[in-house]
């Protein structure tokens, strides 16, 4: 494993590995350093999950995982356009958030945490409370009101207190008026280690692909595309891949908080904010310009989608076989709405499951596929 | 990929690979005889899901494959005993089903089959549906009318028909009289190829771990304890281990059809018969009497658990962070029946996820984790 740095984005200060609070001391957001001098690319094929990859990983002396990654990718030609689906629904409790929960649940437990705080739309909820479980860790999530039942089901089936407390972004806010010293703030959009979780999934794109030329991924707190950022800004200095892929970021209409940070946004129509991809419902998130600078400098752009889109392409996604939520559908309506322009290979994330949705004559995929 | 032939377990007639009816023309169960002379262990990581194994499995046309199997391991160990977790629910439709649908489907589209028709509780109609969406091949499913709404709705997201028919037996019955020239039966229940899929599990465990000493798994058509049985005799054939593992059986109260058949039955106290293990109520399949051969030649047993044992197993594996449906709790129940007497290793397929189970106040889950 890596030796690492803290350090803030804003003003440059870094700490060492005892550090617990969830920003710089500034208020700033903060990133993990991994020092790659000496380092070479090696998978260790006897780890669990993510750490396979623990020789670009920060040090750490305990590992939690429950199988993470190694998610399988499926080629699909698409009106001529090579797409490879990686199907990050396959994680443990459904969500590509699993890669980034394993390294901020170990490092809590390597901190000797006994109670953890998260704010969630759902998946991270989900699965940060099973990640904490297994590692013998409360946890506490604070959750939008009208958050999918399902959710809500999976998030108390894995033993953790749930806080419903309105907005997604109101949720954001209350969890750190209830921090203390007795927690620990574990919060996804703000944890550098979360991050250093899911960069994994570019070693695996690189694993199996080798390069692809775009990356097309849904945008809320920023934890996928910054992890893709990052693996593939890492592999590029080991010298394995000679360009970093076009990073595509998409929203949803009502939530397109990149629009003002990026510079090329590609629109669709929209009358109202999506209902249906609850998972990107997310506008105050932290690391928001940094994001944007990955785009950017990435050669991407935005592209924000409304829901009739998102609808057709769940409709397409399911009859490919593939068991996803509507948020994975964005990426794939953006796909659909840009695919004119694109060349080479494209890979789409598939982020979500949609086994999470399909309870009740309420839910979307009710809605979607059975009618009422 | 190994030449076959498809033979009667009754009759002994054998037929090739354009035979096409589920059963033998004597009214038999048939298997697939894939002939392993000359054949060595290799595996090929560069093909997709199970057919990373194709050197071991029945020569095909065409692989139908979304990324099933390579599922991760989980080791705890419980009271002393190393159990080994396989994460059969990570599977692309959230079951183990998947590693047969993949054969099955992968045949069905080298016969040119333009419809499939299958009876399911659920997680195989599921599968079967996505395998045949993403194969262009339309599907017929029939289901118990009581299906948990949650599969109900996966299994029309995929674009298949659905046919309510009554209990799960029924649905077997009905199934059969709508046979016609125009479509084809790929019941996993009768499906000799099915059973070539699932048989890969053994043959990843063969990776994982080498050998272990117990398997305990559910049954209800009994295609993952058959496909245990024949990837391990396959392995011990090819002379890769020494010995085949002990199968345990796990039925529910009120299920326990394997019971006329072995000998030695662990039983819990059975009440009333399961509601929650709704993935294993099956009395009438076809092939019962060599699950049975397969349980007792390996020295295994049959235990038969009740829903407060299977309510108490599904606790535990949540609170070890597993997102499993009740059946899979099963397993985990019976293990926890028959601990003192196990010695070694144990491995337990964790068999479906219980993300098709969150939806609405009327799902298992929200009773046995919210309450109502």
Do not use: A, N, Q, T
């Given at each position: 494993m890596a030796d690492y740095v803290v350090r803030c984005r804003v003003c440059g200060r870094t700490y060492g590995r005892g550090y617990r609070f969830f920003?710089?001391?500034?208020?700033g957001v903060l990133e993990v350093l991994v020092d790659l001098e000496g380092v070479s690319w090696g998978v260790d094929e006897g780890a669990l999950g993510i750490f396979r990859y623990s020789a670009l990983l920060p040090s750490l002396s305990r590992y939690v995982s429950?199988?993470?990654?190694?998610t399988p990718t499926i080629k699909r030609v698409v009106d001529g356009v090579e797409v490879y689906f990686k199907l990050e629904y396959l994680n443990p409790t459904g969500s590509f958030k699993d890669r980034g929960s394993a390294l901020a649940v170990s490092k809590a437990s390597e901190l000797g945490v006994t109670e953890v705080l998260e704010d969630s739309s759902g998946n991270t909820g989900i699965s940060i409370a099973a990640y904490a479980a297994y590692a013998g860790i409360k946890a506490r999530i604070y959750v939008p009101s009208d958050i999918p039942v399902g959710k809500y089901v999976l998030i108390k089936s894995f033993g953790a207190e749930v806080i419903k407390a309105g907005s997604r972004d109101e949720a954001s806010r209350q969890v750190l008026r209830d921090l203390s010293e007795g927690n620990y703030y574990i919060g996804h959009t703000w944890n550098p280690y979360f991050i250093e979780g899911t960069k994994t999934i570019a070693f695996e794109v690189y694993e199996d692909l080798r390069s692809v030329d775009y990356v097309i991924t849904p945008v809320a707190s920023g934890t996928l595309l910054l992890g893709f950022w990052k693996g593939f800004n890492e592999l590029l200095k080991l010298g394995l891949i000679t360009s970093i892929p076009k990073l595509v970021g998409v929203q949803a209409c009502g939530y397109d908080s990149l629009s003002r940070f990026v510079g090329r946004v590609v629109r669709s129509e929209c009358r109202e904010g999506t209902v249906l991809a609850d998972a990107i419902r997310l506008t105050n998130a932290p690391r928001l310009p940094y994001i944007a600078e990955a785009i950017v400098r990435s050669g991407g752009y935005l592209v924000v989608v409304n829901d009739d889109l998102i609808v057709d392409a769940l409709k397409d996604l399911f009859r490919m076989g593939f068991t996803v939520e509507p948020t994975s559908a964005a990426a794939y309506a953006a796909f659909k709405l840009v695919r004119k322009e694109l060349s080479g290979k494209v890979l789409i994330p598939l982020t979500g499951s949609g086994l999470k949705y399909v309870g009740g004559t309420e839910s979307p995929l009710y809605k979607v596929f059975v009618g009422g």
């Open positions: 920003r710089c001391l500034c208020g429950l199988g993470e990654g190694r």
